[in-house]
């Protein structure tokens, strides 16, 4: 049975350009359609928005499936070819609570198809829609951290351009165990500014530490781009968390960081990290630490909706409402259990609980 409340999970990714082509759009016009404001028109129109990845074992075609929706509307899944690699990360992290979103770019436009000619031999054209539906996705073992979280209170700093961690070689014993077949791993990360007085001159040092253990460290250079951040978080009770790469081997190993220097960071994100009191960790990780794959967002707010689904009375099955994706089978909503922001609101009214035919 899923947890009470779905979360948000953006699936991570080495790239932010939606790269990877949805498949079979063309059967899903209409769906498509309702994502646009009136109709794209000839010329066409281009939408940046968010993807639920959902699993379909169900699908009498390929019971690998993987459907693709956006704004609750199914319009198209994965290639076949990808499906069996992604479904079970897809299955896990929903067994988890956590619902895998990707940003996506959805083209569309219309055209007129000849479908024949009348009485008169004038040519009859049916009016259509050409999409084109493509997804920030990455291989499918670089879509969740090889790790939980930092247990403690903490920021993840954004996304940015890969920076070398320097003396991996002393930390081998904290990183073989993200050694991964395919030669590489996301792991969550902390960075801890430390004060360095061995040399005539002291600096500050930025290490790079996975689940407590040192594992790399900055130059004095680039620690000094992070330490203002790291610093100001440590103020408010806050460590500082970060995105890092585990690439190689059980010989030679060595470790990426992917986050915003200081001075890059927006100021809006500044003041909603730094301007308040820590937050403690949203739970549920430990319910994830058995899994092959332990992802948690520790930045998506709690879903907004008006109310619960109210709880199941006897003898009736869960109605489910329009847009809604098809759950697995089997599957009915526990007491408390709210869908995620991304899915439409339910009709005014709507009856979630019905009686059994």
């Known amino acids: ?18 790269s990877y082509e949805v498949k079979g759009e063309s059967h899903h016009e209409h ?71 990707t940003p996506c ?22 009016r259509r829609l050409r999409a084109r539906i493509s997804l920030v996705l990455d291989d499918w073992w670089m879509l969740v951290p090889a790790n939980l979280p930092p247990a403690q209170p903490h920021a993840l700093l954004p996304k940015g351009s890969a920076i070398q961690a320097q003396k991996e ?7 073989r165990r993200f050694v991964r077949p395919q030669g590489e791993t996301w ?23 996975i689940d407590g253990d040192v594992v790399g460290q900055l130059t004095p250079a680039m620690s000094a781009e992070f330490a203002p951040i790291i610093q100001e978080l440590e103020r408010v009770g806050r460590a500082t968390a970060a995105r890092v790469i585990v690439r190689g081997n059980q010989v030679k190993l060595d470790v990426a960081l992917h986050a915003a220097k200081s001075g890059q960071l927006d100021p809006a994100w500044i003041a909603a990290h730094t301007g308040g009191a820590a937050a403690p960790s949203p739970a549920g990780g430990a319910a994830l630490a058995a ?43 526990p007491p408390g259990w709210t869908p995620p922001p991304s899915w439409p609101a339910p009709p005014p009214g709507w009856a979630f609980w019905v009686v059994a035919p």
């Open 1 to 18: 049975m899923m947890p009470r409340t779905l979360v948000e999970f953006e699936l991570w990714s080495r790239n932010e350009w939606p």
């Open 31 to 101: 769906d498509i359609r309702a994502l646009f404001q009136g109709t794209p028109g000839p010329a066409g129109q281009e939408l940046t928005l968010r993807a639920v990845l959902w699993p379909e074992p169900t699908n009498p075609h390929d019971p690998s499936a993987v459907k693709v929706l956006v704004g609750g509307h199914h319009v198209g899944y994965l290639a076949k070819e990808d499906a069996p690699n992604y479904q079970p990360i897809v299955t896990a992290l929903l067994n988890g609570g956590y619902v895998p979103v």
């Open 187 to 209: 792991a969550y990360a902390t960075l801890c500014a430390i004060r360095d007085d061995t040399s005539r001159t002291p600096k500050t040092i930025v290490e790079v530490r």
């Open 291 to 333: 899994a092959p794959i332990s992802p948690v967002s520790t930045e998506v707010p709690p879903p907004t909706v008006p109310a619960p689904v109210p709880p199941k009375p006897t003898r009736i099955v869960f109605n489910l409402p329009p847009g809604w994706p098809q759950p697995p089978a089997g599957w009915e909503p």
């Open 169 to 175: 070689d002393e930390h081998y014993d904290a990183l």
């Open 105 to 126: 770019r959805v083209w569309a436009a219309d055209y007129d198809e000849f479908v024949g000619t009348d009485r008169r031999g004038q040519p009859v054209t049916q």
